[in-house]
């Protein structure tokens, strides 16, 4: 009885152990801020072209990148530019060139409870909040994984430290549900997630689309795909229509803004 | 025909013994290779950034800082031991004056109908996962204690703690009631034959002779609390500050590598230093489990008269 | 003396109630927002519309593969550890053992002296295994079966740079967690073995069979409930367990269904902890979310119940002495 249960096991196994998809399969890591869109793209263009499997998954921009130094993804998401150091790791880890390409506009929001007056700081005030946490600011912000938040850091920190009692959350989503829960909370994220909180203005500009297009909008960034000079066709083709108006128009419905 | 036989039972034999040695290397496999892995950063300069170097600020909060990521790494576990220790005393503070309390009661005073109804609702609770106290405590648990405490931050040590708690009762109750259970009956025969009440034999006879399995159980409970990743992650906020405040967010150990070693380099200082973290709780819970298993080996050689 | 007496019973008596309660609120507020959000749709379909709508059925198939997996490499290995311990060694601990090595100085003595200090170190080495912290299951996962063995295979196998074997799969997340789940397997397994009474045994060897027969076709085969037991305690907690599975081969979201070793794989628990914390629309996931919860625990309890009515049938089994 033992023994059949053992080769029963063992030729379960041997069958699972294919090893590849029969379809060819694209893997998507990174950008939290990303993931919405990267799985709308990846559906619209599953729809379009169904030979193909796309697998999105989040963990923010440094997880994403670091899985394409490791080389255990295809394709970043990043809600910041790569930095040289970690282009350089890829090179001497993997021996290639990294691709980059822009998918989308973004504007990095700050949200406030309904509650609170506050409709606009200039970027210091919001460095000084970040940075010194004075009451009764209460902040929410990224995990140190999240290109959002090395954005944040390296924009309107200008490279400083968070306050250690910033609290870190995994998303652009939760930061804005615990925003939304506390009336003396603040927050920061992409402008697509805004809902039951305010997104104030910076140094006087609002984020609107017009705002973002022209630059006045003083926070705002592109959304990358980082993927290596090896990458197979079936990827090329996609990162081609992600770019493509067919792909930026996924972009408007989600809510960042096209190229 | 014999001679198959007797081989085939020294064969086994073989297997069973090897199979045998699995666990032990294991429980060495898991160390190595946790160990192998931090071994970059097992270095004087580097546990000294980790155990000891204060930053000269001016608050206490800012002395110690966990931030890996940033131009200029600061790795100091410091707030993240504080934030596990705090964490576990919130923990403990609540399961074990109630989980004893109610050994106690189910053991001593409950007739046998109750204590059969209430050992499968302690299973139950340890049966929830630890992801879903994790999810109670981050959606539900937190408000509460917000409308009723007015805590400044939503999701703190009190939150956390909590729900920890709630993981540790079965813990705590399972031990203690087998503890209490195993106090032979002549104790508490004897001291209601010299006119104590039944309250007062519980309390002072049987309780004090179940205490190594009670202190057992603590010790246990200990081990689990500094081990504990998803309710700390989902429901402790998560911001790595150096503060006794029980009301103040705090960030664990294991809550750092579980939401960190996603995005590391492998070979990486900070993947490095994760591993460190993870060599540092197997070696907490490893002498916290040993204790417990010691006092209950002893616990049951004295019942057997052996000791 | 009796009335204050009454009032400190009573005391006791409430944290009884407090955790009565404790289980009742938690389990009730699942329920009331979760279970009517689960209907037949909600079991068999994916999620679609980012993880607000549709159902979560690649990550009950996600679970129930994983833990297969998982028990089809823990129960034979953890009944061979109880076996071991149990049938194969001395039943003097190694300090008697060697009291008696010193009083009759025969090697015999020695041999039976060195097997159970094994034994003990054997048992020791059991319970440290099921007090390691979960999340270091996962870093282990990491560094030893995917970054150690993972990635020697792929050598082995793959094309330079081909990564199949490196990186989270469902083959390594079931191995990690079977490693967590071994302790529940032995410790069960033994309670079993322990139920078979020793004459059955003497009886067997008495007749001429060998030690291995006697296992194989008396007592293994009269344990078999509490083995089942441990089994599906077994899978009962590592189909909640989260933190191994992290970094070991867990997915967001996968359009499609893990058919192979090497696949990643969707997970209720971890879900549950990405609809917490990183979802997409808080609001709106909240009923998938409460819903997945719910779906998670009735897995989880119709587990744990079933491993429950066994061991108790197990142990009145034992109680009337034997079958």
Redesign the interface.
């Known amino acids: 009885m033992k023994v059949g249960r053992v080769v029963f096991a063992l030729a379960l196994l041997s069958a699972a152990c294919g090893g590849r998809e029969a379809k060819p399969r694209i893997t998507i890591k990174g950008s939290d801020t990303m993931v919405i869109l990267g799985q709308r793209f990846a559906e619209e263009y599953m729809k379009r072209n169904p030979g193909i499997v796309i697998q999105v998954n989040g963990?923010?921009s440094?997880?994403g990148?670091?899985a394409l130094?490791?080389g255990t993804v295809d394709l970043a998401q990043a809600s910041r530019p790569m930095k040289e150091k970690e282009k350089a790791?890829v090179k001497a880890k993997r021996g290639v060139d990294v691709h980059e390409t822009r998918v989308a506009l973004d504007a990095l929001a700050v949200f406030v409870n309904e509650q609170n007056p506050v409709t606009n700081l200039t970027v210091e005030q919001l460095a000084e909040i970040y940075k010194t946490a004075p009451a009764?600011w209460?902040l929410y912000g990224r995990?140190?994984?999240s290109g959002t938040?090395?954005y944040f850091?390296e924009h309107v920190l200008r490279?400083a430290?968070?306050?250690?009692?910033?609290?870190?959350?995994?998303g652009t989503a939760a930061v804005i549900s615990?925003v939304a829960?506390?009336k003396?909370g603040i927050g920061y994220g992409g402008i697509a997630y805004a809902q039951g909180v305010r997104a104030i203005a910076i140094n006087g500009v609002e984020p609107t689309d017009a705002n973002v297009r022209n630059g006045t909008y003083p926070i705002r960034r592109y959304l990358y795909f980082y993927s290596v000079s090896t990458a197979s066709p079936e990827l090329q083709q996609y990162i081609q229509w992600c770019t493509s108006p067919e792909g930026q128009a996924v972009v408007k419905n989600v809510g960042y803004f096209p190229l | 025909m014999n001679r198959g036989?007797?081989i085939?039972?020294n064969l086994?034999?073989v297997?069973?013994?090897a199979?045998?040695?699995?666990?032990?290397v294991?429980?060495a496999?898991?160390f190595l290779?946790?160990f192998?892995?931090a071994l970059p950063v097992f270095n004087a300069k580097d546990l000294h950034e980790f155990f000891v170097k204060a930053q000269p600020e001016e608050t206490m909060?800012?002395r110690y800082?966990w931030?890996?990521?940033?131009?200029e790494p600061?790795m100091s576990f410091i707030?993240l031991i504080l934030g596990t220790l705090k964490a576990t005393f919130v923990g403990m503070l609540f399961a074990c004056?109630?989980?004893v309390?109610?050994a106690?009661?189910?053991s001593e005073?409950?007739p046998p109908k109750l204590r059969e109804f209430?050992k499968?609702?302690?299973?139950?609770?340890a049966?929830?996962?630890?992801?879903?106290?994790?999810?109670?405590a981050?959606?539900?648990l937190a408000?509460w204690l917000q409308s009723a405490f007015g805590f400044?931050?939503?999701?703190n040590a009190w939150n956390a703690g909590l729900a920890l708690g709630?993981a540790l009762?079965p813990v705590v109750?399972t031990i203690s009631e087998d503890g209490l259970a195993s106090v032979p009956r002549t104790y508490r025969e004897a001291s209601l034959a010299l006119g104590a009440?039944?309250?007062?034999t519980a309390?002072k006879v049987v309780l004090p002779a179940a205490m190594p399995a009670v202190f057992a159980s603590f010790v246990?409970a200990f081990?689990?609390a500094?081990?504990?990743?998803?309710i700390l992650?989902?429901a402790g906020?998560?911001?790595?500050?150096?503060s006794f405040h029980l009301g103040?967010?705090l960030?664990t150990l294991?809550a750092t590598?579980?939401?960190?070693?996603?995005?590391?380099?492998?070979g990486d200082p900070h993947y490095s230093a994760?591993?460190m973290m993870?060599t540092l709780?197997?070696v907490i819970?490893?002498v916290?489990?040993?204790t417990g298993?010691w006092v209950i080996g002893r616990m049951q050689k004295r019942m057997q008269g052996t000791a | 003396?009796?009335f204050r007496?009454r009032i400190?019973?009573g005391?006791?008596?409430i944290?009884?109630l407090?955790?009565?309660g404790?289980?009742i609120v938690?389990?009730g507020?699942?329920a009331i927002h979760g279970a009517s959000h689960v209907s037949w749709k909600f079991i068999t379909e994916s999620p679609s519309e980012g993880l607000t709508g549709g159902g979560i059925w690649p990550a009950i198939f996600g679970t129930t593969m994983l833990v297969l997996l998982m028990t089809i490499a823990a129960v034979p290995?953890g009944v061979?550890?109880a076996?071991?311990?149990y049938?194969?060694?001395p039943p003097e601990t190694p300090s008697q053992a060697w009291k008696r090595y010193r009083k009759e100085k025969s090697s015999k003595m020695l041999r039976t002296f060195f097997l159970a200090l094994?034994?003990k170190?054997?048992r020791?080495?059991?319970?440290?295994?099921?007090?390691?912290?979960?999340?270091?299951?996962?870093?282990?996962g990491?560094?030893?079966f995917i970054?150690?063995v993972g990635r020697a295979m792929d050598r082995a196998t793959q094309e330079p740079g081909e990564i199949v074997w490196g990186q989270g799969n469902l083959l390594w997340a079931a191995m990690t967690l079977a490693?967590l789940t071994?302790?529940t397997v032995?410790v069960a397994t033994e309670e079993a073995l322990r139920t078979v009474p020793q004459d059955l045994r003497a009886a067997s060897i008495a007749l001429g069979a060998?030690?291995?027969?006697t296992?194989r076709r008396i007592v293994l085969p009269s344990a078999l409930p509490g083995i089942l037991t441990g089994g599906i305690l077994a899978i009962?907690r590592g189909?909640?367990?989260?933190?191994p599975i992290?970094?070991t081969g867990a997915a967001y979201y996968l359009p499609y269904l893990p058919k192979t070793l090497s696949s990643q794989f969707m997970h209720l628990?971890y879900h549950?902890?990405i609809l917490?914390?990183q979802s997409p629309d808080v609001e709106a996931t909240?009923p998938v979310?409460y819903g997945t919860?719910f779906v998670?625990?009735v897995l989880?309890?119709l587990l744990?119940l079933a491993g429950?009515l066994i061991r108790a049938r197990t142990r009145s089994r034992l109680r009337s002495g034997g079958a």
Do not use: C
């Open positions: 963990g923010g440094g997880t990148i670091a130094i490791n790791d009764p209460v995990d140190n994984s938040y090395e850091k490279g430290d968070f306050n250690a009692r910033t609290q870190a959350l995994a615990a829960k506390d003396n | 036989r007797h085939r039972d086994m034999t297997v069973f013994t199979a045998g040695w699995i666990a032990i294991f429980i496999l898991i290779f946790t192998k892995e909060e800012m800082i931030q890996p990521v940033s131009d600061k707030p004056p109630i989980g309390a109610a106690l009661f189910s005073f409950a209430i499968p609702v302690i299973e139950l609770l049966g929830i996962p630890s992801v879903v106290l994790g999810f109670f981050l959606l539900v408000t400044t931050y939503r999701l709630i009762l109750f009440s039944r309250f007062a309390w246990l081990g689990r500094i081990g504990e990743t998803m992650l989902m906020g998560n911001a790595a500050i150096t103040d967010p960030r294991s590598i579980a939401a960190e070693l996603g995005e590391v380099v492998f994760l591993f993870g709780l197997f819970t490893f916290s489990n040993s298993q | 003396m009796k007496d400190y019973v005391l006791l008596g944290s009884v407090l955790i009565l404790i289980l938690i389990l507020d699942v290995l061979a550890t076996v071991y311990l049938e194969y060694t094994l034994a170190i054997t020791a080495a059991v319970a440290n295994l099921a007090g390691v912290p979960s999340i270091v299951f996962g870093l282990f990491l560094g030893f970054q150690f490693l071994l302790p032995i060998t030690r291995w027969e296992i009962s189909a909640g367990e989260v933190a992290l970094f628990g549950v902890l917490s914390t909240k979310l919860v998670l625990l989880t309890f744990n429950v």
